[in-house]
């Protein structure tokens, strides 16, 4: 499908810290717009409906994946998240560039619908660091870090088939290679449409 936003995709481990990069990209660049996703798991401390996640129970998750709401939906770490294909599809259609900030399963799902989407993925700078981090973070209780890092392993090992990796070591240098990326892709496609339309004026197409 062809539409005149770009579509980014983020994935990383739990703790690898792709949610503050992608809140600092959206701060410094207001052309690019958030996905809000869908889930079953309980909101965080400071976390509100309709801003991080629409926070649903499963029967109306179920009734959601029956409708065909989603463009993509997965399990991860116990609970269900998914993409509403609305929030996406209305946003690049209008130009928009939108960023999804999902699982390694529905970046590979986002990617088979929109070939042209562009897969970021986050890594840690070490094991060590992805512990502390979600342990600094203090907002999942011992058995839920727990299953985060043991998940984190076939998470990464996902990292070879995404477009790009950014190791977030320093956090401004990681941002510095997300907006990077984000400007980069800006460029080829609006060349690629200048080229296209070109193309359609020297054979007379309208
Ligand atoms: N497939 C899919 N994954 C999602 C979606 N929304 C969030 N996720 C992923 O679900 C995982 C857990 O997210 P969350 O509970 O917010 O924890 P966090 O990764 O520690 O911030 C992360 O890998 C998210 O990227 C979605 O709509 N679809
Ligand atoms: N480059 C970094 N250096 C140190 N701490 C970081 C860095 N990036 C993020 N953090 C911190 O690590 C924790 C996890 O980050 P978060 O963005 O919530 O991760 P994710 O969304 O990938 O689960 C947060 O407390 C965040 O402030």
Redesign the pocket.
Known sequence: MDYPGNLFVV??P??AG??SLVKALLELDSQVQPSV???T?PPRGQEKHGR??FFVSAQEFDQMVLAGSFV???H??G?R???SKKMIEDRIAQGADVI????F??ALQIKRIFANAVLVFILPPSWEELRSRLERRGE?APHVIEL?LQNAAE?MAKATEFDFVIINELFERALFDLKAIVHAQRLKYSAQRRARAETFEALHIP
């Open positions: 994935a990383a739990s703790g792709k949610s996703s869908h889930t798991r991080e996640y993509e939906w997965a991860v770490h609970k998240y998914g993409t999804l900030e999902i699982d399963q529905g999942d985060r998470e």
